[in-house]
């Protein structure tokens, strides 16, 4: 799959860490909109959902477009903004208020996020970058830990 290797290739790079974030998102939530849940963008590459988190300072709903590993009953979702230095908000979100729901395939599902540690987090970050391999790029750039949640559904 060459259009595949090529956009890992180009995600990877500094570049696309610096005009990603402000593109993508925005970019992801309109056709989101749009198409009432049923498309987002990036999910042509790898799969994706929008999280509504509550704002670990305001309160308020914070929707995100991710991308996403499926996982059997569950997802994971990694906190890399790109291979920029900071957390990504939405990781700050779900450490305060870890009671969300995605949007996934057009349905809103009700989860609960989990903050991976230890052996977990390291089994679960060596699938991760099975499934997408720009993520160690985005590690090597960055002093922190890249953030893995786990995701299960809850009841509503």
Same mark, same amino acid.
């Given at each position: ?11 990877? =790079? ?23 849940g049923r ?7 790898l799969?994706?959902?929008i ?12 929707? =995100? ?11 994971y ?13 939405? =990781?700050?979100?779900?450490l ?13 599902i009700?989860v609960t996020?989990? /903050? /991976? ?17 720009? @993520?160690?790029? @985005? ?13 299960t559904?809850?009841?509503?």
């Amino acid at each position: 799959m060459i259009g595949e290797r090529l956009v890992q290739k180009v995600s990877a =790079t500094r570049g696309f860490a610096k005009v990603a974030p402000h593109v993508v998102p925005a970019l992801d939530r309109a056709v989101h909109r749009l198409s009432r849940g049923r498309v987002l963008l990036s999910a042509q590459m790898l799969p994706g959902v929008i999280l509504t988190s509550t704002g670990a300072r305001s309160g308020q709903p914070r929707r =995100t477009p991710l991308a996403c590993m499926p996982d059997g009953d569950g997802w994971y979702l990694v906190g890399s903004n790109f291979g920029r230095a900071g957390h990504p908000a939405w =990781t700050h979100n779900l450490l305060r208020h870890p009671e969300a729901e995605i949007s996934w395939k057009g349905r809103d599902i009700p989860v609960t996020a989990r /903050l /991976l540690t230890g052996q977990e987090r390291a089994t679960a970050w060596q699938a991760l970058l099975a499934f997408w391999p720009p @993520y160690a790029a @985005y590690q090597a750039r960055v002093d922190r830990e890249i953030r893995v949640f786990r995701l299960t559904r809850r009841r509503p």
